[in-house]
Protein backbone atom coordinates (compact mmCIF):
# COMPACT_ATOMS: atom_id res chain seq x y z
CA UNK A 1 0.00 0.00 0.00
CA UNK A 2 0.97 3.95 -0.42
CA UNK A 3 2.52 5.07 2.91
CA UNK A 4 4.07 8.91 3.83
CA UNK A 5 7.74 9.02 3.53
CA UNK A 6 7.98 5.40 1.98
CA UNK A 7 11.17 5.80 0.50
CA UNK A 8 12.62 7.02 3.71
CA UNK A 9 15.39 3.98 4.43
CA UNK A 10 15.69 3.50 1.00
CA UNK A 11 15.77 6.59 -0.72
CA UNK A 12 16.05 9.74 1.66
CA UNK A 13 16.44 11.80 -0.19
CA UNK A 14 13.76 11.35 -2.87
CA UNK A 15 11.35 14.20 -2.78
CA UNK A 16 13.97 16.28 -2.09
CA UNK A 17 15.79 15.54 -5.68
CA UNK A 18 12.26 15.57 -7.37
CA UNK A 19 11.47 19.15 -5.94
CA UNK A 20 15.16 20.35 -6.49
CA UNK A 21 14.59 19.44 -10.15
CA UNK A 22 11.37 20.32 -10.65
CA UNK A 23 12.50 24.02 -8.94
CA UNK A 24 15.21 24.80 -11.15
CA UNK A 25 13.12 23.12 -14.05
CA UNK A 26 10.59 26.24 -13.54
CA UNK A 27 13.00 28.84 -13.16
CA UNK A 28 14.10 28.36 -16.14
CA UNK A 29 10.69 27.52 -17.98
CA UNK A 30 7.42 29.09 -15.88
CA UNK A 31 5.33 27.30 -18.04
CA UNK A 32 7.03 23.87 -16.43
CA UNK A 33 4.89 23.97 -13.59
CA UNK A 34 1.07 24.03 -15.61
CA UNK A 35 2.45 20.93 -17.88
CA UNK A 36 3.82 19.05 -14.79
CA UNK A 37 -0.12 18.82 -12.99
CA UNK A 38 -1.78 18.17 -16.26
CA UNK A 39 0.99 15.42 -17.19
CA UNK A 40 -0.45 13.85 -13.45
CA UNK A 41 -4.28 14.40 -14.71
CA UNK A 42 -3.84 12.40 -17.58
CA UNK A 43 -1.72 9.63 -16.45
CA UNK A 44 -3.93 8.95 -13.30
CA UNK A 45 -6.89 8.96 -15.65
CA UNK A 46 -5.94 6.54 -17.92
CA UNK A 47 -4.83 3.14 -16.22
CA UNK A 48 -4.38 5.12 -12.73
CA UNK A 49 -1.18 7.13 -11.64
CA UNK A 50 0.93 4.45 -13.14
CA UNK A 51 3.27 6.70 -15.66
CA UNK A 52 1.67 4.98 -18.59
CA UNK A 53 1.38 8.09 -19.76
CA UNK A 54 5.15 8.39 -20.43
CA UNK A 55 5.78 5.48 -22.12
CA UNK A 56 7.04 5.87 -25.63
CA UNK A 57 6.20 3.94 -28.48
CA UNK A 58 4.01 2.93 -31.22
CA UNK A 59 0.16 3.28 -29.85
CA UNK A 60 0.89 4.00 -26.75
CA UNK A 61 -1.16 7.23 -24.74
CA UNK A 62 1.11 9.95 -25.58
CA UNK A 63 0.73 9.03 -29.33
CA UNK A 64 -2.69 9.82 -28.91
CA UNK A 65 -4.20 13.56 -30.48
CA UNK A 66 -5.74 14.12 -26.86
CA UNK A 67 -2.08 14.24 -25.29
CA UNK A 68 0.22 15.50 -28.14
CA UNK A 69 -0.01 18.90 -26.54
CA UNK A 70 1.51 17.24 -22.94
CA UNK A 71 4.55 18.33 -21.82
CA UNK A 72 7.13 18.16 -18.90
CA UNK A 73 8.63 14.85 -19.89
CA UNK A 74 12.16 16.01 -20.09
CA UNK A 75 11.78 17.23 -16.06
CA UNK A 76 10.36 13.92 -15.38
CA UNK A 77 13.59 11.98 -17.29
CA UNK A 78 15.82 14.67 -15.35
CA UNK A 79 14.46 13.79 -11.72
CA UNK A 80 14.66 10.04 -12.83
CA UNK A 81 18.51 10.34 -13.93
CA UNK A 82 19.42 12.16 -9.91
CA UNK A 83 17.15 9.24 -8.72
CA UNK A 84 19.01 6.71 -10.88
CA UNK A 85 22.62 8.10 -9.36
CA UNK A 86 21.12 8.15 -5.79
CA UNK A 87 19.48 5.29 -5.50
CA UNK A 88 19.24 2.99 -8.50
CA UNK A 89 16.05 0.69 -9.50
CA UNK A 90 14.32 2.62 -6.34
CA UNK A 91 11.57 5.30 -7.33
CA UNK A 92 8.84 4.72 -9.49
CA UNK A 93 7.99 7.20 -12.52
CA UNK A 94 4.46 6.89 -11.02
CA UNK A 95 5.95 8.60 -7.66
CA UNK A 96 8.08 11.06 -9.54
CA UNK A 97 5.00 12.23 -11.78
CA UNK A 98 2.77 12.63 -8.58
CA UNK A 99 5.29 14.44 -6.43
CA UNK A 100 6.50 16.82 -9.34
CA UNK A 101 3.13 17.87 -10.05
CA UNK A 102 2.75 18.22 -5.91
CA UNK A 103 5.56 20.48 -5.98
CA UNK A 104 4.65 22.51 -9.34
CA UNK A 105 1.81 23.53 -7.43
CA UNK A 106 3.30 24.78 -4.39
CA UNK A 107 6.48 26.73 -6.57
CA UNK A 108 3.50 28.52 -8.31
CA UNK A 109 2.24 29.90 -4.81
CA UNK A 110 -0.07 27.36 -3.98
CA UNK A 111 -0.68 24.93 -1.18
CA UNK A 112 2.22 22.73 -0.17
CA UNK A 113 1.68 19.81 1.82
CA UNK A 114 2.83 15.78 2.00
CA UNK A 115 1.39 13.49 -0.60
CA UNK A 116 1.42 9.31 0.45
CA UNK A 117 4.47 7.41 -2.09
CA UNK A 118 4.98 3.63 -2.84
CA UNK A 119 3.34 3.63 -6.68
CA UNK A 120 4.56 1.16 -9.16
CA UNK A 121 4.72 1.59 -12.37
CA UNK A 122 3.01 0.21 -15.36
CA UNK A 123 3.67 -1.67 -18.15
CA UNK A 124 0.49 -1.06 -20.27
CA UNK A 125 -0.25 2.07 -22.44
CA UNK A 126 -2.52 2.00 -25.35
CA UNK A 127 -3.81 4.86 -27.43
CA UNK A 128 -7.45 3.45 -27.70
CA UNK A 129 -7.49 3.52 -23.39
CA UNK A 130 -7.26 8.01 -23.46
CA UNK A 131 -10.18 8.72 -25.45
CA UNK A 132 -13.27 7.03 -22.80
CA UNK A 133 -11.33 8.18 -19.92
CA UNK A 134 -10.38 11.83 -20.48
CA UNK A 135 -12.82 14.73 -20.30
CA UNK A 136 -13.50 16.54 -23.72
CA UNK A 137 -14.06 20.11 -23.28
CA UNK A 138 -17.15 19.74 -25.02
CA UNK A 139 -18.72 17.53 -22.20
CA UNK A 140 -21.80 18.53 -20.73
CA UNK A 141 -21.78 18.76 -17.00
CA UNK A 142 -23.49 15.00 -16.42
CA UNK A 143 -20.71 13.48 -18.66
CA UNK A 144 -17.98 14.80 -16.34
CA UNK A 145 -19.60 13.88 -13.71
CA UNK A 146 -20.04 10.16 -14.71
CA UNK A 147 -16.46 10.26 -15.83
CA UNK A 148 -14.92 11.58 -12.46
CA UNK A 149 -17.19 9.38 -10.27
CA UNK A 150 -15.75 6.07 -12.17
CA UNK A 151 -12.78 7.21 -10.64
CA UNK A 152 -14.19 8.09 -7.62
CA UNK A 153 -14.04 11.32 -7.86
CA UNK A 154 -16.75 13.83 -6.62
CA UNK A 155 -18.65 17.19 -8.17
CA UNK A 156 -16.96 19.20 -5.39
CA UNK A 157 -13.77 16.89 -6.55
CA UNK A 158 -14.23 18.26 -10.46
CA UNK A 159 -15.02 22.14 -9.10
CA UNK A 160 -12.02 21.65 -7.02
CA UNK A 161 -9.73 20.23 -9.48
CA UNK A 162 -10.61 22.35 -12.41
CA UNK A 163 -9.32 24.90 -10.21
CA UNK A 164 -5.65 23.94 -11.87
CA UNK A 165 -6.69 25.94 -15.29
CA UNK A 166 -5.55 28.98 -12.16
CA UNK A 167 -1.97 28.36 -14.08
CA UNK A 168 -1.21 27.02 -17.51
CA UNK A 169 -1.41 27.46 -21.41
CA UNK A 170 -4.20 26.43 -23.78
CA UNK A 171 -3.98 26.13 -27.07
CA UNK A 172 -6.29 27.99 -29.92
CA UNK A 173 -7.44 24.88 -31.04
CA UNK A 174 -9.21 24.01 -27.68
CA UNK A 175 -11.75 26.93 -27.07
CA UNK A 176 -11.65 28.34 -30.84
CA UNK A 177 -15.35 26.25 -31.30
CA UNK A 178 -16.84 28.79 -28.59
CA UNK A 179 -16.83 31.47 -31.65
CA UNK A 180 -16.51 32.47 -35.08
CA UNK A 181 -14.70 35.52 -36.91
CA UNK A 182 -16.53 36.37 -40.52
CA UNK A 183 -14.66 37.32 -43.49
CA UNK A 184 -14.39 41.21 -42.24
CA UNK A 185 -13.11 39.92 -38.74
CA UNK A 186 -16.46 40.76 -36.79
CA UNK A 187 -17.27 38.19 -33.83
CA UNK A 188 -19.50 36.57 -33.64
CA UNK A 189 -20.34 34.24 -30.05
CA UNK A 190 -21.53 30.64 -30.59
CA UNK A 191 -21.14 29.95 -27.13
CA UNK A 192 -23.38 33.06 -26.15
CA UNK A 193 -22.30 32.11 -21.94
CA UNK A 194 -19.18 33.84 -23.13
CA UNK A 195 -18.23 37.24 -22.17
CA UNK A 196 -17.90 39.05 -25.31
CA UNK A 197 -15.08 41.45 -24.19
CA UNK A 198 -13.01 38.17 -23.58
CA UNK A 199 -13.70 36.15 -26.28
CA UNK A 200 -12.94 39.91 -29.03
CA UNK A 201 -9.14 39.23 -26.92
CA UNK A 202 -9.53 35.16 -27.58
CA UNK A 203 -10.37 35.96 -31.21
CA UNK A 204 -7.07 38.35 -31.27
CA UNK A 205 -4.74 35.87 -29.86
CA UNK A 206 -6.01 32.97 -31.84
CA UNK A 207 -7.13 34.80 -35.46
CA UNK A 208 -8.38 32.47 -38.23
CA UNK A 209 -5.28 30.97 -39.42
CA UNK A 210 -3.09 31.30 -36.35
CA UNK A 211 -0.35 28.72 -36.16
CA UNK A 212 -1.28 25.63 -34.39
CA UNK A 213 1.37 26.05 -31.99
CA UNK A 214 0.00 29.73 -30.66
CA UNK A 215 -0.93 29.91 -26.66
CA UNK A 216 -3.44 31.61 -24.80
CA UNK A 217 -2.90 31.71 -20.63
CA UNK A 218 -6.00 29.82 -19.20
CA UNK A 219 -6.45 32.63 -16.25
CA UNK A 220 -5.17 35.62 -18.41
CA UNK A 221 -5.39 37.60 -15.01
CA UNK A 222 -2.82 35.77 -12.92
CA UNK A 223 -1.59 33.47 -15.45
CA UNK A 224 1.84 32.05 -13.43
CA UNK A 225 0.07 32.13 -10.12
CA UNK A 226 -2.09 28.92 -8.13
CA UNK A 227 -4.95 31.12 -6.67
CA UNK A 228 -8.68 31.02 -6.59
CA UNK A 229 -8.86 33.70 -9.35
CA UNK A 230 -10.00 30.61 -12.02
CA UNK A 231 -13.33 30.79 -10.13
CA UNK A 232 -13.30 34.53 -9.97
CA UNK A 233 -12.79 34.07 -13.98
CA UNK A 234 -16.09 31.72 -14.37
CA UNK A 235 -18.41 33.80 -12.38
CA UNK A 236 -17.66 36.83 -15.01
CA UNK A 237 -18.07 34.35 -17.78
CA UNK A 238 -14.33 34.09 -18.31
CA UNK A 239 -13.76 30.67 -18.00
CA UNK A 240 -11.43 29.49 -21.29
CA UNK A 241 -13.02 26.09 -21.71
CA UNK A 242 -16.73 25.32 -22.36
CA UNK A 243 -16.38 22.80 -19.36
CA UNK A 244 -14.94 25.35 -17.30
CA UNK A 245 -18.04 27.71 -18.05
CA UNK A 246 -20.02 24.92 -17.10
CA UNK A 247 -19.29 24.90 -13.36
CA UNK A 248 -20.33 28.09 -13.39
CA UNK A 249 -23.71 27.71 -14.73
CA UNK A 250 -24.81 24.62 -13.24
CA UNK A 251 -26.94 24.91 -9.96
CA UNK A 252 -25.26 21.80 -8.85
CA UNK A 253 -21.35 23.32 -9.09
CA UNK A 254 -22.19 27.47 -9.04
CA UNK A 255 -22.40 27.27 -4.66
CA UNK A 256 -18.78 26.06 -4.55
CA UNK A 257 -17.45 28.01 -7.14
CA UNK A 258 -18.68 31.18 -5.45
CA UNK A 259 -17.67 29.94 -2.33
CA UNK A 260 -13.79 28.94 -4.06
CA UNK A 261 -14.11 32.91 -5.12
CA UNK A 262 -14.86 33.94 -2.14
CA UNK A 263 -12.31 32.21 -0.13
CA UNK A 264 -8.60 31.37 -1.58
CA UNK A 265 -8.31 29.26 1.53
CA UNK A 266 -11.49 27.10 1.05
CA UNK A 267 -10.14 26.19 -2.33
CA UNK A 268 -6.74 25.80 -0.91
CA UNK A 269 -8.25 23.28 1.96
CA UNK A 270 -10.21 20.99 -0.71
CA UNK A 271 -7.12 21.20 -2.97
CA UNK A 272 -5.13 19.10 -0.59
CA UNK A 273 -8.21 16.53 0.01
CA UNK A 274 -8.83 16.27 -3.81
CA UNK A 275 -5.38 16.57 -5.08
CA UNK A 276 -4.86 13.19 -2.49
CA UNK A 277 -7.59 11.55 -4.30
CA UNK A 278 -6.71 12.29 -8.23
CA UNK A 279 -3.06 10.80 -6.95
CA UNK A 280 -4.59 7.76 -5.63
CA UNK A 281 -6.75 6.36 -8.25
CA UNK A 282 -5.67 3.05 -9.38
CA UNK A 283 -2.52 3.11 -7.85
CA UNK A 284 -0.35 -0.08 -8.32
CA UNK A 285 1.60 -1.10 -4.77
CA UNK A 286 3.72 -3.77 -3.69
CA UNK A 287 4.17 -6.57 -5.84
CA UNK A 288 2.14 -4.87 -8.96
CA UNK A 289 3.75 -3.43 -11.65
CA UNK A 290 7.90 -2.80 -11.42
CA UNK A 291 10.13 0.20 -11.03
CA UNK A 292 11.37 1.33 -14.66
CA UNK A 293 14.31 2.11 -14.86
CA UNK A 294 14.27 4.81 -17.63
CA UNK A 295 10.90 6.70 -17.54
CA UNK A 296 10.00 6.31 -21.35
CA UNK A 297 10.65 2.70 -21.84
CA UNK A 298 9.11 -0.74 -19.76
CA UNK A 299 11.72 -3.02 -18.18
C1 LIG B 1 -12.59 18.65 -16.03
C2 LIG B 1 -12.31 18.63 -17.28
C3 LIG B 1 -11.06 19.18 -17.93
C4 LIG B 1 -10.97 19.50 -19.23
C5 LIG B 1 -12.06 19.39 -20.29
C6 LIG B 1 -9.63 19.99 -19.45
C7 LIG B 1 -9.14 20.40 -20.68
C8 LIG B 1 -7.94 21.04 -20.87
C9 LIG B 1 -7.47 21.56 -22.14
C10 LIG B 1 -8.19 21.43 -23.47
C11 LIG B 1 -6.30 22.18 -21.91
C12 LIG B 1 -5.43 22.91 -22.93
C13 LIG B 1 -4.40 21.97 -23.51
C14 LIG B 1 -3.64 22.61 -24.65
O1 LIG B 1 -4.30 23.11 -25.58
O2 LIG B 1 -2.40 22.63 -24.64
C15 LIG B 1 -6.01 22.05 -20.51
C16 LIG B 1 -4.90 22.58 -19.90
C17 LIG B 1 -4.56 22.29 -18.60
N1 LIG B 1 -5.24 21.47 -17.73
FE1 LIG B 1 -7.11 20.76 -17.97
N2 LIG B 1 -8.94 19.96 -18.29
C18 LIG B 1 -9.76 19.45 -17.31
C19 LIG B 1 -9.41 19.19 -16.00
C20 LIG B 1 -8.13 19.33 -15.50
C21 LIG B 1 -7.68 18.80 -14.25
C22 LIG B 1 -8.52 17.95 -13.31
C23 LIG B 1 -6.38 19.19 -14.11
C24 LIG B 1 -5.39 18.88 -13.01
C25 LIG B 1 -5.71 18.61 -11.77
C26 LIG B 1 -6.05 19.99 -15.26
C27 LIG B 1 -4.87 20.65 -15.46
C28 LIG B 1 -4.55 21.41 -16.56
C29 LIG B 1 -3.38 22.26 -16.64
C30 LIG B 1 -2.39 22.53 -15.54
C31 LIG B 1 -3.37 22.80 -17.93
C32 LIG B 1 -2.30 23.71 -18.55
C33 LIG B 1 -1.33 22.81 -19.29
C34 LIG B 1 -0.11 23.52 -19.84
O3 LIG B 1 0.20 24.63 -19.42
O4 LIG B 1 0.59 22.93 -20.70
N3 LIG B 1 -7.12 20.03 -16.09
N4 LIG B 1 -7.01 21.35 -19.91
CA1 LIG C 1 -1.68 6.04 -16.04
CA1 LIG D 1 -3.98 32.12 -11.43
Redesign the pocket.
Same mark, same amino acid.
Given at each position: SLSFNFYAISCPGAEFMVSNTVRSASSADP /?I??????L??HDCFVEGCDASVLLQGNETERSDPANT????FSVIDSAKRVLEIFCPGTVSCADIVALA?RDAVAIAGGPAFQIPTGRRDGRISNAANVRPN??? /???TMDE?TKL?SSKGLSLDD?VT?????T?????????SDRFRQDSKGKLTLIDTSLDSTYAEELMKKCPAGASTST /?VS?DPETSLAFDNQYYTNLLAHRG?????SVLAKDGRTRKQVEAFANDQESFFRSWRE??LK?TTIGVKTDDEGEIRQSCSFAN
Open positions: /TPGKLLRLFSLGGAIVD /TSFMFLLSGAHIGLAHCNAF /TNLFQSDSFL
